[in-house]
């Protein structure tokens, strides 16, 4: 079946450091691919999304490009601050019959000053 | 604000003893998914909802049962918690399915089982 699998935790970053979290999907059909942002006892976010081979998702300095023919999203941010301290989860949805996301198991970023 | 209202945020049962978590949200969005998320792990489908149509995963056991009176309201009902069921429950909605829209999380509710 689908599956997303990401980089292990946590990651440990001193403020204004390059980050890159690794996640690759295996999927039957064309899915769509996110991904979500947990702060500390909140739900979780959406931080992007792409929907398409090649689509470029970003917000807030993240950025991740699906890759189709290596079957990866990374996440990148060029200067990380302590505030994005969270879990970061990479996600896939099936654009055929399935309603569903099916998630990563999360990668903690920890940023310290 | 359109949003995903989750209540309790905090709820403590005793085992065996049943609860109901609610969600409700203002975005009038036709699909409402319930999640498990025990600690450090990802969040696990457990069923939803697309309009009035309840879809089951196959492996939620049967001591969860989920009701949607209405396209703003959506229950899940533990019929009889055990230390096992201790988790984050997340009530999320999407406008449509067919996994090109995105998914939009309440708050989650913390369920202790004492």
């Known amino acids: 079946g689908d599956s997303v699998t990401q980089m292990e935790g946590p990651v440990t970053l001193s403020e204004e450091a390059f980050l890159t979290i690794n996640c690759t999907y295996t999927?039957?059909?064309?899915?769509?691919l996110f991904w979500y942002v947990q702060y500390p006892g909140e739900g979780l976010q959406l931080l992007l999304k792409?929907?398409?081979?090649?689509d470029k998702g970003s917000n807030k300095g993240f950025e991740a490009t699906y890759r189709k023919e290596t079957t990866s999203f990374h996440l990148e941010k060029g200067s990380v601050q302590v505030s994005d301290s969270a879990v970061y989860f990479c996600a896939l949805s099936d654009s055929g019959s399935t309603d569903k996301l099916i998630f990563g198991t999360g990668t903690r970023l920890q940023v310290f000053p | 604000d359109a949003m995903v209202i989750q209540n309790p945020r905090y709820q403590v049962t005793q085992f065996g003893k049943p609860v109901t978590l609610s969600c409700s949200q203002t975005?009038?969005?036709?699909?409402m998914y319930w999640y498990q998320q025990k600690s450090s792990q990802a969040p696990k489908l457990l069923f939803h909802y697309y309009d009035k149509d309840f879809n089951n995963e196959a492996d939620t056991p049967d001591n969860f049962q989920s009701r949607r009176p209405n396209t703003s309201f959506c229950f899940l009902d533990i019929r009889s918690p055990g230390l096992g069921d201790a988790a984050m429950y997340l009530c999320?909605?999407?406008?449509?399915?067919?996994?090109?829209?995105?998914?939009?999380f309440g708050p989650g509710t913390r369920l202790t089982v004492t």
């Open positions: 999927a039957t059909g064309y899915p769509s």
């Open positions: 999320a909605t999407s406008r449509e399915g067919q996994g090109l829209y995105e998914q939009y």
């Open positions: 975005l009038n969005h036709n699909v």
């Open positions: 792409a929907t398409k081979a090649d």
